[in-house]
């Protein structure tokens, strides 16, 4: 027969049992707002029937229930849905950090504002057509000399602008790689946590999700794939293991970089590679190159350059397009602030890309073409100070309106010349050219120059192999832009609905329900009382056969 104690064993099971999930419940309750948290529950499974089968089992009908166990405590989490979160979590990083990048330059060109370029060169026009009018009057002539001063004003602060968000990019670039560095070191910190905790037996779920969360955050900056590494040992089937994170590209291949080692329990660090200052002669010399400095840990068919840091460490560096194979945040960072190709080692600083290095090489471009465009004409013309000395100044050539200062951006060092700012009255204003010739002599009231230099306006010229004026130059630069940065704003409120829709489905899966919980605790809660009624029934029988038992005689 079974023993008189079995009642108690089954119920004192019941006790620990319930009071293990009640435990649970209340820490899914206290961490109901905690970020990155996910739910857990108790898993409870019947113990083992008595009696075992054998020959010299005891005579009952059966196999009697013996109670409830308690395994473990595993958290509710579903890893399709992590995988789809930081896929759509990459997309959106890119996305996000494109549009940001985009947005401020729209700032910066302010198109169309009274105080843009286009409005600017087209007060410049005005005035030279108002001098065409009246050649001899000192006051158009200054209102033309201002507005030159104005235009060469607003590309000086265009470029400026443009190359000083540059140069914040660059600083965030340092921010965002010591971020990605802060991160993987984090990961491999808690994946070593993890590593030596599940062998015994445990499930370190707490330590899990805070690595799913760094996780999580490192997909927005690179595109990865996490695998899985069994922890050996007395592990249990749910322990979900060391992570092995993978840079993949954006077709989900393996790139041969592997950014956290979880067989060996290692990690790698990146580091972005810069063209020497000096051969660029830029403020913000491009990106060349991601380098990765723990070369174990590279195996890639991606051309790589073998280079020696500072301490004479040995690194792998990738090429930046091959980089741009992956996206996320760190890509689209690197594409706005510059970059160029052909490695780390040969890069072609001659073609320097990007979005900031392109829009101020297109300023350059046309302030370069149209300011010798416009000289052109003005040198041809005759200015008063000239028609008083009866003879070209410059022994012939004449003056120039607008000069450049030593330095590698036109637009930032475009001038009104020494000449025009000193006098006005060497702005030329008379004596059109015929046929590309400059006429021999001029008189003070001719304004025929002036009219062609307003004209200037209109020339088809040559914009790197696009023949158009100036104004419809400008007019594509800035339409251009405008397409791209509403693309990338359409494309970031894209992917942050997926990403805000696959986040509501995954915290369906993994978040706390305060109402479920309520629930779980009530249910709990019964069951434990009803656990403590059924000792203090089986304590009854024992004091009814224990003290009033067998006592007839006495």
Known sequence: MLSTFHGLETAKRGLSTQQAGLHTTGHNISNANTEGYSRQRTNMTASDGFP???????????????????????????????????????????????????????????????????????????????????????????????????????????????????????????????????????????????????????????????????????????????????????????????????????????????????????????????ADDEAVDAQNPPVTGVSFTNEALVNTDYDTAELTNADGESREAMAIEDFFQSSGSLAAKIEAYGYAEGGAENPDLANVQGDFPEMMAKLDEMITTFAAEFNEVHESGWSLAEINDGEKANDGDGIAFFTFADGANAAQNVRVSDAVRDSTDNIAASAAAEDGEAAEEAFAGDGSNALALANVKDAELDFDGDTTDVQSFYQGVIGEMAVKTNEAERMKDNTGSLLESVKQNRDSVSSVSLDEEMTDMIQFQHAYNAASRSITAVDEMLDRIINQMGIVGR
Not at 170 to 176: A, C, K, P, T
Not at 259 to 268: P, V
């Open 52 to 274: 075992n089968a054998a020959f010299n089992r005891p005579g009952i009908p059966g196999q009697m229930g013996t109670g409830v166990e308690a395994n473990d405590v595993q958290r509710v989490r579903e890893a399709f849905l992590d995988v789809q979160y930081r896929a759509e979590n990459n997309d959106h990083g890119y996305w996000d950090a494109k549009h940001e990048a985009l947005y401020k330059m729209e700032d910066v060109m302010n198109e169309p504002t009274d105080d843009g370029l286009t409005n600017t060169m087209d007060e410049f026009w005005n005035a030279l057509q108002d001098l065409s009018s009246d050649p001899e009057d000192s006051g158009a002539r200054s209102v033309v000399r201002q507005r030159g001063e104005a235009l060469a004003e607003t590309f000086n602060y265009k470029s400026d602008s443009l190359e000083q968000i540059q140069s914040d990019f660059g600083n965030e670039l340092s921010v965002n790689e010591d971020d990605i560095n802060s991160i993987l070191y984090r990961l491999d910190a808690v994946n070593t946590q993890i590593a030596e905790v599940e062998p015994h037996g445990d499930l370190p779920n707490d330590l899990y999700d805070q690595r799913d969360l760094l996780v999580d955050e490192l997909s927005g900056h690179i595109n990865i794939s996490v695998e899985r590494n069994e922890s050996g040992g007395n592990a249990k089937d749910s322990a979900e293991g060391a992570y092995t994170i993978h840079m993949v590209d954006n077709d989900g291949e393996e790139t041969g970089i592997e950014l956290i080692d979880g067989e060996n329990l290692d990690y790698n660090q990146i580091a972005l590679e810069y």
